[in-house]
């Protein structure tokens, strides 16, 4: 078996599958990627197309030339097929909310939290959990009593996340612009967020959340701090790394963002990334 991580949720799993998979790449590890994008290799892609599915997992798998494992786990492919795997090292649960929802019975958030949770309730080593998020927090009832929860937050003062570390748990969360990993009162900086091109100078508060929960994946998997702030660093969601998401251009002097968000969570966040961008006009374009 090779490490094995699942990343699952609502918003934000295409990031931060490839985050840690950069991270683990930048390690020297060789890795096998799924993503809505396709499958990657090494960083190479194989596959072009929606792939966080039953097939396109098995593929990397199967290959011999992976040493790391990281599957973007989307609702469609676990109703459709289930999982391709039995256990998975670490499961990273995002987020819930409102989307899809009247597609494959799934018509509740309810709903949609019990799928999201088959990919927690797989983990043999450990869970990461949004401490802001209530539907991950549930999650954490119904997994094994062996399988470490590590959750993160943006709110340093999350009381979710206070009692799990006051208890020795370990948590990744932002203290001001800095990236912490807690380990019950052992309190740990990992980097800045404004040195990470993904956090669009620390205004894109979404993608440090994906940050803070690809910290807390790879911790779980054994990286060292070096190792997580070194691949959290160099990592780039421009049109050819990350297409669509967070991809920042320079048109005659405008700066214009390009994102695939398409629910009403996701908009939030894009909006409260462009307002903090700017001091001047801001102006919005769905399409």
Request: charge should be negative; proline fraction near 2%.
């Amino acid at each position: 078996r090779i490490p094995l991580v699942a990343v699952t949720g609502t918003n934000g799993k295409t990031t931060t599958t490839l985050m840690i998979a950069h991270a683990a790449r930048v390690a020297g590890l060789g890795t096998g990627v799924t993503t809505t994008e396709g499958v990657f290799v090494n960083g190479k892609r194989l596959v072009k197309g929606d792939c966080t599915g039953y097939w396109s997992a098995r593929t990397v798998l199967s290959a011999p030339d992976v040493d790391f494992a990281v599957l973007e786990t989307a609702r469609g492919g676990i109703l459709k097929r289930g999982l391709a795997y039995d256990r998975c090292d670490v499961s990273v649960v995002l987020n819930v909310s409102s989307d899809h929802l009247g597609l494959d019975g799934v018509d509740t958030l309810e709903d949609l939290a019990r799928v999201k949770a088959v990919v927690a309730q797989r983990a043999s080593r450990a869970v990461v959990l949004n401490a802001e998020d209530d539907y991950c927090v549930a999650m954490a009832q119904d997994l094994e009593a062996n399988v470490e929860v590590l959750y993160f937050a943006l709110d340093a003062d999350n009381p979710v996340l206070l009692r799990h570390l006051e208890s020795g748990g370990r948590g990744v969360y932002l203290e001001d612009t800095t990236l912490v990993l807690a380990t019950g009162a052992r309190h740990e900086a990992l980097l800045d967020v404004r040195e990470m091109p993904v956090s669009l100078g620390g205004c894109a508060r979404y993608n440090i959340a994906n940050a803070l929960a690809a910290a807390a994946a790879l911790a779980a998997t054994g990286f060292g701090n070096p190792e997580i702030a070194a691949g959290l660093r160099s990592f780039v969601s421009d049109s050819k790394h990350n297409p669509l998401r967070s991809n920042l251009f320079d048109v005659d002097g405008v700066t214009v963002i390009v994102d695939y968000a398409h629910n009403s969570a996701a908009y939030a966040a894009l909006a409260e990334t462009a307002r903090a961008m700017t001091p001047g006009r801001l102006v919005g374009v769905v399409a």
